[in-house]
């Protein structure tokens, strides 16, 4: 018999079974019996280990998530921060730095004249939804550039937040609700008392100081109050509602979607690109976000980027009468984001969800009017998608938009698979008659190498929106039918088509295999996000292995092109 130890398992005894009666020789067969004791973690309860910063070092070591931190000394963090509870003692002073998270499992406690102080793009992010906190923080949240009349979306992060004293300088009058039930700007916005403290989960918004500089400048605005932790719900009305970031951290708006799915179907995000003429705004000013991406208000705006920031007030549609939810699972890090509308700056992040999206903008010689997006994604269809597709919001301006069951979307999402063959039928409201244009912001997904064009159906033009804007004339009115996207040019009639059926795309060892039926001129390999990973100009061949792509499971696009100019893609797994 052998005895064999196996690391984790109390013992393994092997006893030999051998026809010649002696333990010499072959080994033909063997038995094991395992042995195994069952442990049960149970952790300790927050506050059995605890570690205490003095103001220059930690008795107990760097906090963990087991371990509740205590602070007696002044702090700044250098990084997140992790503990089952935070408890900072009178006369501490304890700020979390720019790019910094506080992570705490339960409550946060403060302290006679202990501070704690989240910085302005730093994060408290709590995970017990029951966890009560105690004692005042001070969360700054500083907005964009702001001019004087200009507006801001708010949403505080802590109870007992007045609005005057949040933002002092402002007229009392110029604190504004939005009630779903309004139909025009005067009967949407109503004032509220300057008195009034902000509710939880409510956005408000409030004009800059009257004194405010013509120019553009920041305002650094200041919360104080007890932090909101745990479920939040707001009552909504079937229509468009002003609702607000309740947590002093950043929130999934993903996730907020995902959680309200039979409310809530798109959200915008004041962003004020282009100011009041006459008490009129003469574009768009609302940047737009579903789960099939973001919209910039018009042409070089901020794309809203999935995330939802502290101290942000955006709007909703609600498809019912209902509520929306807010969690401590939708909140996140502040390393996310630190965007923030009304916000000049292009920021825009993908992941790894399958999406091909085309962004286009309505301009003239003088203004950016708005943006539309256009993408394929798995669970969208032809029709409408709660949380995938997204009306327009202010339908009073100049804007191009999606026509789906006759209404205007500023985000249209459609299922997957891509077929070239689609055609997406875009409208027109235009206030002035004259010469605007439509330009191609961004494209990703199969579209980095797909062809797209826009049929003018009034002068039955097809134009290669990725080559040039598409300029056109045109009288004031409302068109729904004026253009369309189309991914072929029939102008160019059969050149410009080869059969699927001619192109064969498979993986077998390990390789990507291409079989044509005729010669091919180049190979392009692309991920869903775009990036090209592989390319090969000169195959000048009917068939191409590639073997230097590894196996990862992925959705590839390949697109092949042939001597004679034509091009197929091809989707793949590999």
Known sequence: AYSLGIEGLIAADIKTVNPAGNNHGPLNSFAIQICYRQITETPNACGTITTTWDGSAWSNGVPLRNVAAIFTGNYTSTADLEACSVTVNAGANVTIATGNTLIVGGSVTVIGSGTLTINNNAALRQIDASAVNTGNIIVKRNSAGMVRLDYTAWSSPVSGQQLQAFSPNTLANRFYEYLYTGTTTPTAYQSVSATTNFLKGKGYMIRAANDWPVTSTIFNGQFTGVPFNGDVTMSLGKGYNLLGNPYASPMNATKFLDDNPSTVGALYFWTHTVPASGGIYPVNNYASYTKLGGTASAAGGAVPNGTIQTGQ???????????????????????????????????????????????????????????????YINGATNGVDSAIDGEVLDKENTMLYNVINDSEYVIQGKGLPFANTDEIALGLKATTAGTYNISLENVDGLFTMQNVYVKDNVTNTIHDIKQTPYAFTTSNGVFNNRFTVVFTNAALGNQSFVSDENVVVFTQNEELKINASQEIAKVEVFDVLGRNIYKNNKVNDNTLNITSIANRNQALLVKITFTTGQSVTKKVIK
């Open 313 to 375: 007030g955006f709007y909703v549609r609600a498809y019912d009468f209902g509520v929306a939810k807010f969690t401590n699972l939708q909140r996140i890090n502040a390393s996310a984001s630190t965007q923030f509308f009304r916000n000049n700056s292009n920021v825009a992040t993908t992941t790894e969800t399958e999406k091909h999206r085309i962004w286009l903008n309505l301009n003239d010689t003088t203004n950016n009017y708005n943006q539309i997006l256009i993408g």
